[in-house]
């Protein structure tokens, strides 16, 4: 498994925007960085070369990392706490952000107008999908 950045290719500065960077020596996965540079690049292709979309996908990743990490911990009377929910809350808007930046957020409604609904407000429409 390969961990590079040398800060001229669109790998490397993906990494700077997701924050996984180290000054370590021989930098170990998990502990001094997160993503594989396969991983990145994959994700790098997916988004079409969009480096926005690409560091998005890999704060959201991060963010559902380190929310199923987090706990909030308060010991007595709010004596001593221990919040480690913050790390998530940062990788998700970091998520938001670059997908702003990137001209995609994309942004659902839900159409208020009731062509479905008979007269006696039973939904009539016709459901696609699994159950």
């Given amino acids: ?4 950045n040398d800060g001229s290719s ?3 500065t993906v990494r700077t925007l997701i924050y996984d960077i180290t000054d370590a020596a021989s930098p170990t996965r998990g502990s001094d960085y997160f993503f594989e540079d396969t991983e990145i690049e994959a994700i790098i292709d997916q988004n079409s070369a969009d480096l926005w979309l690409a560091a998005s ?4 990743s991060l963010a559902a990392k380190f929310a199923a990490e987090s706990i909030n911990l308060g010991l007595g009377k709010g004596d001593i706490k221990i919040d480690k929910t913050s790390r998530s809350k940062f990788y998700l808007g970091l998520a938001k952000n670059y997908r702003q930046q990137s001209g995609s957020d994309v942004v659902e409604f839900f159409d208020s107008v009731n062509s479905g609904v008979n007269s006696i407000g039973v939904d009539m429409s016709e ?3 699994d159950f």
């Fill in 127 to 129: 459901y696609v999908g």
């Fill in 1 to 4: 498994m390969a961990y590079t």
């Fill in 10 to 12: 669109d790998l490397s």
């Fill in 57 to 60: 996908d890999l704060c959201a």
